[in-house]
């Protein structure tokens, strides 16, 4: 990426034809994108999110697509659990008021009090739910649309509809990937169920929450606070920003050293097992495929 930033689409159809391997981050490798590489063989996907790339373009072009799903796991379920702990402390707004000159003290929660509703039972998800364990007295509500049942062997937790968890958590967590049956998931309706004092967090895909309904349920002052790390459009500038019960950060879930420096290397790794004509072991399955086909993503 010569430019250093996130590659808008027309900067992607004056660099990509160039080449016959992309390397992919969150830009969007779009269908026009992808008719006009015509030397382009693969697309290397760094990282578990397929919401930007056209798979279908892809396929009717021959092009291979693999991801690296596992790599950033860890990386995301550890920031879901420090910014519940910040929400619920409010420390990240103790250090704004620090570096303002200001000695405030407030009071929070603690984890280990709270019910945290936990929606998406993916690689994430599921991590976070380890992590749970070792706060004590923690009740903790989890849906997924395909439950895993052998799930219950290792946990203590509760299957419960989505709308149980609006209604009944203090944290909400959102580990879904984007599709048509997450867009806008969680709108008006569904933060108005929510307790006035519910926190909610994303570290999964921008789009899932409206953020135009959070900043206005937000100001209206519903909810105690938000957390979130991704947004529909990135850099993120909206109203979100201008209130300080908005924890945000700049899509970070996977930015430490080491899960980051896998996920790449992962990514380089299968262009090279192309290249050698070996079998390709993040290659994405044949589901995600007829998902973007039934207009599910």
């Not at 397929?50 to 796991?73: Q, W």
């Not at 007295?137 to 149980?164: G, R």
Request: net charge positive; glycine share 8%.
């Amino acid at each position: 990426n010569p430019l250093n930033k996130k590659l808008t689409e027309n900067e992607l159809l004056k660099i990509a034809p160039d080449f016959d391997f992309i390397i992919a981050g969150t830009e969007n490798i779009s269908r026009k994108v992808i008719e006009k590489s015509s030397k382009l063989k693969m697309i290397s996907r760094v990282g578990v999110g397929l919401d930007n790339v056209d798979l279908l373009a892809a396929k009717d072009r021959g092009i291979k697509v693999s991801y690296t799903p596992e790599a950033p796991a860890p990386a995301v379920a550890e920031l879901t659990i420090g910014m519940m702990l910040a929400v619920l402390r409010s420390t990240h707004r103790a250090n704004n008021q620090m570096h303002k000159g200001k000695w405030e003290r407030t009071f929070g929660r603690r984890l280990s009090e709270a019910t945290i509703g936990i929606i998406g039972m993916g690689r994430i998800g599921t991590r976070v739910l380890g992590h749970l364990k070792g706060f004590e007295n923690t009740k903790i509500l989890i849906n997924d649309i395909h439950p895993k049942k052998n799930l219950n062997k290792e946990y203590a937790f509760e299957w419960v509809s989505k709308e149980d968890i609006y209604k009944n958590a203090d944290i909400i967590s959102l580990h879904t990937p984007l599709t048509s049956l997450t867009k806008n998931m969680i709108k008006k309706d569904q933060l108005l169920m929510m307790k006035k004092d519910a926190i909610i967090i994303n570290t999964a895909r921008g789009g899932i929450v409206n953020e135009v309904d959070l900043s206005n349920v937000l100001l209206a002052g519903h909810l105690s606070g938000v957390a979130i790390d991704v947004f529909e459009t990135e850099p993120y500038f909206g109203p979100l920003s201008k209130i300080d019960r908005c924890f945000l950060t700049a899509h970070m879930g996977s930015m430490t050293t080491d899960c980051r420096a896998k996920m790449e290397i992962e990514a380089t790794e299968e262009v090279i097992r192309f290249i050698n004509g070996k079998s390709l072991i993040g290659l994405v399955p044949e589901i995600e495929y007829m998902l973007q086909k039934q207009n599910l993503i």
